[in-house]
């Protein structure tokens, strides 16, 4: 089974234009060094000549065989010439050599960070996810094919590597084997599928995310790799049920998930080793007098999920409190928690 095929960018098409150039004209000299005798400068001067119209002299007198040789060398030539020209002004005109240059800035931007995520796709759903990871903030890479979406994704001011990310080698550029987390929501699942098996092929311990498209391809990406796989559909008919049912509940877990509230959120902190909460209680660690904060549930090293756990429970390093509060003292608590550890 191989991948789906794509269609080639302007760059691979000027590049391709520019060989079939170089052939005509290598068959030109060729030509006249044989019909002719000529030597080959005097052949490639009369090529270049003849096919960009300049119209000097034949450098010596054509035979008969010569000049039947010529007509068909400008009937060839010249229309591969402006075919040439055509691809060069709409790599220029359409901003692709903005693009090149911007690879490249990308790449050195991408060799600089770690433990970032990496978007693969920068869709609606792949802008809308790259704004709730900036609005963390989060360090992120954007993987895009299209040159349209790429550059829509560089205005936005994302680093963005242009490239098919179900290759190795843009997954590398993108810096997977230093990366946090991979979400591939690309529209076909097909392609998904090829994102998490090759992520998973990279990096063993990634975090991989990806999207269904199609009913029945939840287990194929999970056995891919997958660690979590998302249905857009089957979120969204459930969202829908939920705000006719439960309409004050879903504000609520809007209220409290969505980046954009100030004043209320919940957010999930791992307990690090050496920390003042490695060993001890909540109540011990003075959590439980914070008014802002309220610990809905902890998630064990194990897997384990302790809902409404009190502030007697004893907490491990591993350990993810869930915790729901204010966002300043969120960000105190996590200060506390990151700066204990780094201490130790």
């Not at 119209?55 to 010569?66: D, F, I, K």
């Not at 790599?91 to 970032?116: D, M, P, Q, T, W």
Request: hydrophobic share 40%.
């Amino acid at each position: 089974m191989e991948p789906p095929n794509h269609v080639g960018d302007p760059l691979r098409h000027l590049l391709h234009a520019a060989g079939v150039l170089a052939l005509v004209i290598a068959i030109g000299t060729c030509g006249y060094v044989i019909i002719e005798g000529w030597s080959v400068f005097d052949g490639l001067y009369m090529t270049v000549t003849t096919i960009t119209t300049v119209g000097y002299r034949e450098v010596n007198p054509l035979s008969a065989a010569g000049r039947a040789f010529t007509i068909g060398l400008i009937l060839a030539g010249v229309g591969t010439l402006f075919y040439v020209l055509g691809n060069f002004a709409r790599f220029v005109l359409e901003g692709e050599l903005r693009h090149v240059f911007g690879r490249y800035r990308s790449g050195g931007k991408v060799k600089a960070i770690a433990n970032h995520y990496i978007v693969c796709g920068y869709g609606r759903m792949g802008q809308h996810i790259c704004r709730e990871l900036r609005a963390k903030p989060a360090d992120l890479v954007v993987v895009e094919k299209n040159p349209d979406r790429v550059a829509a994704a560089q205005r936005d001011g994302m680093i963005t590597i242009e490239g098919d990310a179900t290759k190795d080698d843009v997954l590398v550029q993108a810096g997977v084997d230093r990366a946090k987390g991979l979400v591939s929501v690309v529209n076909s699942d097909v392609e998904n599928l090829y994102i998490v098996l090759t992520a998973r092929g990279l990096n063993k311990e990634l975090y991989i995310v990806a999207r269904a498209g199609e009913e029945g391809s939840e287990q194929k990406l999970v056995r891919a790799g997958a660690n979590r796989v998302s249905s857009p559909y089957l979120i969204g008919g459930t969202q829908v049920a939920q705000v006719l049912l439960r309409p004050h509940v879903v504000d609520f877990l809007e209220l409290a998930t969505k980046s954009e509230h100030l004043d209320l959120q919940i957010e999930e902190i791992t307990i690090q080793q050496g920390s003042r909460f490695d060993g001890k209680t909540p109540c011990e660690c003075g959590l439980d007098q914070d008014q802002g904060l309220i610990v809905v549930g902890v998630k064990r090293r194990s897997g384990h999920l302790e809902f409404n756990p009190g502030s007697k429970i004893k907490l491990a390093s591993g350990d993810t409190l869930i915790v729901l509060g204010q966002p300043q003292s969120l960000k105190n608590l996590e200060s506390i928690i990151r700066s204990a550890a780094e201490i130790t």
